[in-house]
């Protein structure tokens, strides 16, 4: 072990306290996490240990909220963070059966260079365990001031529950409805908490799941929740295209967790479809980054004791507003057979809006249409398709962007 | 022994002694080996286990050499167990010692400490000097724990090649 030319400092504050979590260990932990007497993040390492001495030495460090975030979620390295805090770098000498402690406070001047964590020193993969808990928590400006914009808040309570129902949605088939609540907000700096309940529509008060279909409905929802804040934003803005993003770990997730039900490839492209939605969402979410709040980030799980799983900040704003509106002048098809065979199943002839089963390609599409013209529409062929359920042909122009169809039929 | 083994020579009168001797030290092979002192609270998990002569471990040490303090699990030392009690794997690495099936090249713990990391170790294991059981993380699929037995001494580990697991390149 390196000498300290230094008596010991008395403080506890670089000592955790609570939620302690090894992020990589071996027989004993190598790199760790948890909380001061303060509830300050502090991320901690092994050393050195002296044999002779019997003598464990670590360093710790305290951390912001968000540079804890940006290393969980690999954005800096345990080495940047040392360097960050060259004046405050906190050697403890434990003892082996840690009955007592030591601590040094120490700039990086004082340490040898050769202790120092290397370039690559990335954040481990961590599991995470699966929760029916999320939480969005802003970070910066007003809410530091444990204050959101209702404007703002409204945009949280739309889309985000937009995100988990999409998740859902492609999980349908297995008999469990979604319910998601929200519970009461906690200050510091401004969080949002929201809860899912999955129901058994079968037996809705039934509690048990014996075929572990609800764990796994679980365990899925957290690895798409996790796709959509981590790999979604990087793929759009790379791909600039939803047909190309890659799905494949969530995918590989599915087939593992429900191996019994396979889904067709129509079923992945309605996923890219629901994800490209999604990253809509997030667009939504992240209007005020920068003007109310600089970043937002999403937990999973009780946020005092988990680990973010995403975050949306400036750079993923700026990304999405420019991917978006890109994708979405691309992607819009004009179909030019101007004949189709549909059959209307909802029709409301002051609008003249309504939708329809399209026949295309051998499969039957749902779409939504409008009738132009102003000529009333009851008793035409229109009317008659609706109410004897019938296959008419008709002619119009028909649209289709990001998997959803739209006809503007002539009135004939 | 030697009263079973002639008991059992009674009973196969055909059979020679050293055939019997073969038969009883087969069946009773394991019992060669005891894992009283390794303090595990629960032995069974040893019960798929596995000696392991052919394949060679990697192992760190902070030393250019292999020393008995190196082969000391951290309950031995008398370390406090310092990760989640309810994470039986790495509750079940605490009384073991760490070594890593040489397949794997990278090694996140000499990035984050390079000291404590420093060497590595390329051993083989002789016969009978204790049980290994495969434990992987999700960063390290080749992780294992070996499990001394009671009576293992540094003779039953083979030393095969010393490197300096870290160059480092970097400046702070």
Known sequence: MFKIEKEPTKTSLP?????????????????????????????GSIADEDYELRKLRYFHILLSESDYTKFILK????????????????????PYDKSSYEIFRLNLNQIPNEYIPLEKSFCPDIPQKPSIQYSLRMIGKLANDHLIEITDLLKFDQNFPTIIRNGMKFLNGFGNTLTLYSQPRVAGSFILNYLIKIDDE????????????????????????????????????????????????????????????????????KLKNDLYENAKCIDAIST?????????????????NADPIGIIDITNKSNLSIAIPEIESS?????????????????????????????????????????????????????????????????????????????????? | MTIILTELKKCFQSLTLEFCESVFLTIFKDMHMTFENLGLPDLSILDNAFEDTENQYKRWSKV??????????????????????????????????????VKQDEDLRAIIAPVYYKYVIIIKFVENAGKIIASPT????????????????MDLVKEYQISCNIERRERV
């Open chain 1, 15 to 43: 000592i955790i306290k609570s939620n302690y979590k090894s992020l990589l260990y071996d027989e004993g932990s190598i790199l760790f996490s948890g909380r001061n007497y303060l509830g300050t993040r502090i991320l």
């Open chain 1, 75 to 94: 954005k800096t390295t345990y080495r940047e963070l040392i360097l960050q805090n060259a004046n405050d770098i906190f050697v403890v000498d434990y």
């Open chain 1, 202 to 269: 079968k037996n809705p008060s039934c509690e048990s799941d014996f075929f572990g279909t609800k764990q796994n409905i679980i365990r899925f929802l957290s690895t798409y929740m996790e796709y959509n804040f981590t790999k979604l934003c990087t793929e759009l803005v790379r791909k600039r295209s939803i047909a190309d993003l890659d799905v494949d770990s969530l995918m590989n997730e599915y087939n593992h967790l429900f191996s019994d039900f396979k889904k067709d490839t129509t079923s992945i492209e």
């Open chain 1, 288 to 304: 005020s980054i920068g003007t109310n709040f600089d970043q937002i980030e999403i937990y999973s799980g009780e946020i005092e």
């Open chain 1, 331 to 412: 992607d819009i098809k004009t179909y030019e057979a101007n004949e189709f065979s549909i059959r209307i199943y909802q029709l409301n002839t002051d609008s003249r809006n309504g939708k329809a089963l399209l026949k295309l390609n051998d499969e039957d599409q749902k779409i939504g249409f409008n009738i132009s013209g102003k000529e009333k529409l009851s008793e035409t062929k229109y009317s008659e398709s609706l109410y004897f359920s019938q296959f008419i042909t008709i002619k119009g122009t028909l649209k289709s962007q990001n998997g959803s169809y739209n006809l503007l039929i002539d009135f004939e």
């Open chain 2, 64 to 101: 250019d050499r292999l020393t008995e303090s190196n082969f000391k699990s951290r309950y031995e030392k008398g370390i406090k167990f310092d990760g989640d009690p309810f994470d039986t794997a790495h509750y079940n690495s605490y009384f073991g010692i760490s070594i890593i099936r």
């Open chain 2, 138 to 153: 999700l960063n390290n699929p080749e992780h294992h724990d070996f499990y001394k037995q009671d009576n293992f001494t």
